[in-house]
């Protein structure tokens, strides 16, 4: 399964249907789930939908064009609203008022016997996730991951992060970027209060720099200081903080793509940077997996 971004599909379709086959005792269903247009997921379920603190085991048959799909009974129908691709897990979010919500874990596995890979599928609800309280997690990604992450020359007193590859660098844009096999896949533009005060007077300038931002998959500006501190008319002085704070929103919806973090410090800001290159390099090298 690949990673793939959140898609807003326009009447791709969910179809469920009675199950005719000769393991209909154990898998009595049949789910085409239209990942593209034509294109269906081709799932043999045990249950019509999960039940509370259950999840319905499913046999992955591969993916089937919609003129092969097999005249069967139809049970129930529905468009899809949102479908997510991340990792191991596929999000779904069906057009309808009751039982829309629903995720899909795949999970490749070795034959014993043979050569060759196969998935297992769990099928998941919003109701049977609730009732089973099962908490946040996310992969460590090994206590020992190391990664590359270059320095901009111009930065005079860096951030440091300890047990890392850091290359020192000139760097198109960005301040700090994450390396992976010979790419940067992330840039940070790192903005202290007073880089800031002094940007809005060449704001011309810092709207030319996020453009070229845009061009990287990953991409954030990272402001050392709470937002309140940047609406404060007492540190401001020479500008009121509504304008400011228009200033600042306007950034934001003109340039969407980007994230704009505000952190209470330069050790916070230092820590999350870290934590983010962190993240990225392991969302990245598991999709390299598949």
Request: proline residues 4%.
């Given at each position: 399964?690949?990673?793939?971004?959140?898609?807003?599909?326009?009447?791709?379709?969910?179809?469920?249907?009675k199950n005719t086959d000769i393991d209909n005792k154990n898998?009595?269903?049949?789910?085409?789930?239209?990942?593209?247009?034509?294109?269906?997921?081709?799932?043999?379920?045990?249950?019509?939908?999960?039940?509370?603190?259950?999840?319905?085991?499913?046999?992955y048959k591969g993916e089937i064009k919609e003129e092969n799909?097999?005249?069967?009974?139809?049970?129930?129908?529905?468009?899809?609203?949102?479908?997510?691709?991340?990792?191991?897990?596929?999000?779904?979010?069906?057009?309808?008022?009751?039982?829309?919500?629903?995720?899909?874990?795949?999970?490749?596995?070795?034959?014993?016997?043979?050569?060759?890979?196969?998935?297992?599928?769990?099928?998941?609800?919003?109701?049977?996730?609730?009732?089973?309280?099962?908490?946040?997690?996310?992969?460590?990604?090994?206590?020992?991951?190391?990664?590359?992450?270059?320095?901009?020359?111009?930065?005079?007193?860096?951030?440091?992060?300890?047990?890392?590859?850091?290359?020192?660098?000139?760097?198109?844009?960005?301040?700090?970027?994450?390396?992976?096999?010979?790419?940067?896949?992330?840039?940070?533009?790192?903005?202290?209060?007073?880089?800031?005060?002094?940007?809005?007077?060449?704001?011309?300038?810092?709207?030319?720099?996020?453009?070229?931002?845009?061009?990287?998959?990953?991409?954030?500006?990272?402001?050392?200081?709470?937002?309140?501190?940047?609406?404060?008319?007492?540190?401001?002085?020479?500008?009121?903080?509504?304008?400011?704070?228009?200033?600042?929103?306007?950034?934001?919806?003109e340039f969407k793509e980007i994230q704009f973090v505000f952190?209470?410090?330069?050790?916070?800001?230092?820590?999350?940077?870290?934590?983010?290159?962190?993240?990225?390099?392991?969302?990245?090298?598991?999709?390299?997996?598949?």
């Open positions: 399964m690949e990673e793939k971004n959140d898609k807003k599909p326009q009447n791709l379709k969910w179809l469920l249907y898998f009595p269903y049949v789910l085409f789930l239209e990942k593209s247009p034509g294109i269906y997921l081709f799932l043999k379920t045990q249950e019509k939908w999960p039940t509370s603190g259950k999840k319905v085991f499913c046999k799909i097999p005249e069967l009974e139809l049970i129930e129908s529905s468009t899809i609203k949102l479908m997510r691709q991340y990792g191991k897990k596929l999000t779904v979010i069906l057009n309808r008022k009751l039982k829309k919500r629903c995720w899909f874990i795949f999970i490749e596995k070795e034959y014993k016997n043979k050569p060759g890979k196969y998935y297992q599928i769990f099928w998941d609800t919003q109701i049977s996730a609730v009732s089973e309280r099962p908490g946040a997690y996310i992969s460590a990604g090994g206590k020992n991951i190391k990664f590359d992450i270059i320095i901009d020359t111009n930065e005079r007193y860096p951030y440091k992060f300890q047990y890392q590859n850091v290359i020192r660098q000139k760097l198109d844009i960005g301040d700090y970027a994450l390396k992976i096999e010979n790419e940067i896949i992330a840039v940070a533009e790192r903005k202290t209060y007073k880089d800031f005060k002094n940007q809005i007077e060449k704001l011309d300038v810092f709207k030319a720099q996020l453009l070229e931002l845009m061009k990287y998959k990953y991409k954030v500006i990272i402001f050392e200081a709470p937002f309140a501190d940047f609406i404060d008319n007492e540190k401001l002085k020479y500008y009121p903080g509504y304008f400011v704070a228009e200033i600042i929103t306007q950034l934001m919806v952190l209470s410090n330069r050790k916070v800001a230092n820590e999350w940077l870290f934590r983010w290159f962190k993240r990225i390099f392991i969302t990245k090298k598991k999709g390299n997996k598949r």
